[in-house]
């Protein structure tokens, strides 16, 4: 975080989206900050890390964290991503709750997520997305009624974060109710997300691309080792840890293939986010139970305690 100077009359505040799984939000972040910060996937539960993505919008700056998926806890790291999520959201200037307009009724996740506003005495916005899958507007606008029949949202937006559509009226909204106060980042900064993490990130989103069922949800990839080369380039090495050795077969695939492809693919976008050379190594290694593992959560910031 750099100081920065404050120009008079500037805004500046925290806003946390919070949704079910797959509701939408790292596609909503993406589309409202207009660059590429955390990971989207079909799959549910990809969202590990606390990502903020930061816009200036007029006079105002607006930082986005982008919650892990609240569910009901099962695992440890369950938990704690539930912690993440709510800190999150406790800490920030506004909340705003992403529901998937496309179901007809309003799933578990989303209703516990009420409850805990309910019972905190929260506000919160609602942001009726992927209204593209909607194709009658009484059909939506009798859902909008329910849900704030439901909870007193203090605002509703219509949105598609894929098409786009509404993305601008919130961004503008969320700008206007920021508190008065000077930009806690300079301009051009996207994420505070360190870049390890995030190259770690894009080669996670790249093995869940490329492998189905359970192998990509029971992996994590650590950026173990960053050189930074006097030519510009960069060697990356990362380790993918799966829990078994039948999923690190699949991983590597025949004659390591498969792997081949993924470490194509996320170096090319590493390159492309990094505008750099990327030399990138990925070594695949079983460790069981990663995931009860409090070290394995560091780098995400999440509690072990929770
Ligand atoms: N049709 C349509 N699909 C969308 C829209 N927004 C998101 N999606 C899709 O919904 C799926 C889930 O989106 P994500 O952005 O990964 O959802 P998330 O809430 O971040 O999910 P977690 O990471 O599991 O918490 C992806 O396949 C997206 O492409 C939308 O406005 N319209």
């Known amino acids: ?12 505040g925290y806003v946390a989206l919070v949704g079910a799984p797959n509701a939408g939000k790292s596609t909503l972040m993406n589309a409202l900050i207009g660059g590429k910060v955390s990971i989207v996937s079909p799959k549910v539960q990809t969202t590990r890390t606390r990502v903020t993505g930061i816009i200036a919008e007029g006079d105002s700056q607006i930082i986005f964290v982008d919650t892990p998926g609240i569910f009901v806890p099962k695992r440890r790291l369950d938990r704690a991503m539930v912690r993440a999520a709510w800190d999150g959201a406790k800490d920030a200037d506004r909340i705003v709750l992403l529901v998937d307009a496309s179901q007809a009724r309003l799933d578990e996740d989303s209703e516990r997520i009420i409850a805990e506003l309910e019972k905190s005495g929260q506000t919160a916005m609602l942001a009726l997305n992927k209204i593209d899958l909607v194709k009658h507007r009484e059909v939506l606008l009798a859902r909008a009624q329910a849900l704030n029949e439901r909870f007193p949202f203090t605002r509703i937006f219509m949105i598609s974060a894929a098409t786009g559509d509404g993305i601008a009226d919130l961004r503008a909204h969320l ?12 301009e051009d900064e996207m994420t505070d997300m360190p870049l390890r993490l995030l190259a770690a990130e894009v080669t996670r989103e790249k093995l869940f691309l490329n492998y189905h069922q359970e192998v990509p949800y029971g992996l994590t990839v650590e950026t173990e080792k960053w050189e930074d080369f006097k030519d510009g380039s960069v060697k990356i090495d990362q380790t993918i840890y799966v829990q078994r050795d039948n999923h690190k077969a699949i ?3 025949k004659g390591g293939q498969a792997i081949r492809r993924v470490r194509e693919q996320s170096q090319s976008e590493l390159e492309a986010m990094m505008e750099r050379k990327v030399h990138l190594f990925l070594f695949v290694k079983v460790r069981e139970s990663w995931d009860e593992d409090p070290e394995r959560f560091k780098p995400w910031g999440l509690e072990w305690n929770a």
């Open 175 to 186: 700008a206007g109710e920021m508190p008065e106060g000077p930009w806690l980042y300079p």
């Open 1 to 12: 975080m750099t100081d920065t100077a404050a120009p008079a009359g500037t805004r500046c």
């Open 251 to 253: 991983v590597l695939g």
